[in-house]
């Protein structure tokens, strides 16, 4: 694809930008210097920021091969498809996601491609997305690749950090919530084994016992592939850590009990706080 999607993107948002001066409608310039000015003054005060939000929209995830982590996200995991876009690439575009990176980069005296920087500007990478519907939250699935290389292949532009721990300042994290009527430590068993079965070795969740090894986690009872908390304000609450097909840093949780409850109360005061302010 040869086109500047940034170009295109931009050329809407200037088109809504018209719109909403009244450009477009009323064929009249919008209102500069003191005009500006005043109108700004009469103009009811905005919202407080958090008023002005929609929830969350979506957790992004950068791959090093799409299409397994696809498979991992819809036919291990449940989610289904929303939409898929590609090969993004030009100057828009590159400067939408990597100026601060470029800037890092240039003030080191590093070449940003050593970093891993891409280079959508000239088309050398281009960037591909996916978009993965589960019942409360959408996940976006990000590939940056060499322009030689098919959309959904299996080579990604830089290679993958190597230490995943969660201790790492920025690092992320993506949280599945697990069904009340669902086992739990049964859960985690079967999503190791259909994982392995489709050949993604990196799906592996930790255990509450010490182990030191991988045959030593395999070894683990069933009773350690999770950790129900039962004392304080998070009784009733289940988790473990696990990582997903491209070594990603993954969190599944169970919310029964009391924390279940202080989890409800505060979704429904958020709900009438948001409809009263409406």
């Known amino acids: 694809m040869a086109e500047d999607h940034g170009q295109i993107s931009g050329s ?3 088109r809504d930008e018209l719109k909403s001066t ?17 109108t700004a003054s009469s103009a009811k ?27 991992f996200y819809t036919e291990v995991l449940g989610g289904t498809e929303v939409m898929r876009d590609g090969d993004f690439q030009g100057e828009r575009i590159h400067n939408t996601l ?28 281009r960037l ?3 978009f993965i519907q589960f019942d409360n939250v959408v996940i976006e699935l990000l590939q940056y690749r060499d322009a030689d290389q098919p959309m959904g292949g299996p080579r990604a532009f ?28 049964q859960f985690i068993a079967d999503l190791e084994a259909e994982s392995a079965r489709r050949g993604m070795t990196h799906v592996r969740a930790n255990r509450i016992v010490t182990v030191t090894s991988e045959a030593e986690r395999s070894a683990a009872p069933l009773d350690a592939n ?27 949780v169970q919310a029964l009990g009391p924390v279940k409850q202080t989890f409800d109360d505060a979704f429904e005061t958020r709900r009438k706080m948001v409809a009263a302010s409406r």
């Open 22 to 38: 009244g450009a477009v409608l009323a064929g009249m310039a919008p209102p500069t210097g003191a005009q500006a000015r005043q």
């Open 12 to 14: 809407f948002n200037r």
């Open 128 to 130: 591909d997305v996916r």
């Open 98 to 125: 990597l100026t601060g990176q470029e800037i890092e980069a240039r003030a080191r005296g590093i070449n940003p491609r050593a970093m891993g920087i891409p280079d959508l500007r000239s088309g050398a990478q």
């Open 158 to 185: 830089a290679e993958p950090l190597d230490h995943m721990s969660p201790a790492f300042p920025r690092m992320m994290h993506i949280c599945f919530h697990i069904r009340d009527d669902v086992d739990f430590n």
């Open 45 to 71: 005060p905005e919202q407080p920021i958090g008023h002005r939000l929609q929830g969350v929209q979506h957790f992004g995830l950068t791959v090093q091969n799409m299409e397994r982590a696809f498979t």
């Open 226 to 252: 999770s950790n129900p908390i039962t004392e304080g304000k998070s009784d009733g609450w289940r988790l473990i850590y696990c990582t997903g097909s491209e070594g990603e840093q993954l969190e599944f």
